[in-house]
């Protein structure tokens, strides 16, 4: 499994960036998909994830009502919305995928055995 993290970049507070992430693998749609990040210094942390065919979907408290996932199974794709960023945003994003991950599971990084390389989100105010 290969993970390709796209779309980040310096935008200021209040802006939208829209990242993605593209899977080189079979059956994608039997993944779980998650997007985390890591601010320098600090752990990384959940974001937002969604169960392979879309129908539960997770996010953190920090991000909800501004942070939108979703995904195309025919794609290979899952992607990340996130309008009205604020400067706290300022991460280093990673997307992940993992089998088998139960509902209560979805926002543990743990779970999740496959990772991409991460692709950065400035925020500036």
């Given at each position: ?15 939208s960036l829209k990242l993605s992430c593209d899977a080189s693998v079979g059956m994608f749609r039997a ?95």
């Amino acid at each position: 499994v290969q993970l390709q993290a796209s779309g980040g970049g310096l935008v200021q507070a209040g802006d939208s960036l829209k990242l993605s992430c593209d899977a080189s693998v079979g059956m994608f749609r039997a993944y779980t998909m998650g997007w985390f990040r890591q601010a320098p210094g600090k752990d990384r942390e959940f974001v937002a994830a969604t169960k392979g065919n879309g129908g539960a979907i997770r996010y953190a408290d920090s991000v909800k009502g501004r942070f939108a996932i979703s995904r195309d199974n025919s794609k290979n794709t899952v992607t990340l919305q996130m309008n009205s960023l604020k400067p706290e945003d300022t991460a280093l994003y990673y997307c992940a995928a993992g089998r088998t991950i139960i509902q209560s599971s979805m926002t543990s990084e743990q779970a999740y055995a496959y990772w991409g390389q991460g692709t950065q989100v400035t925020v500036s105010s």
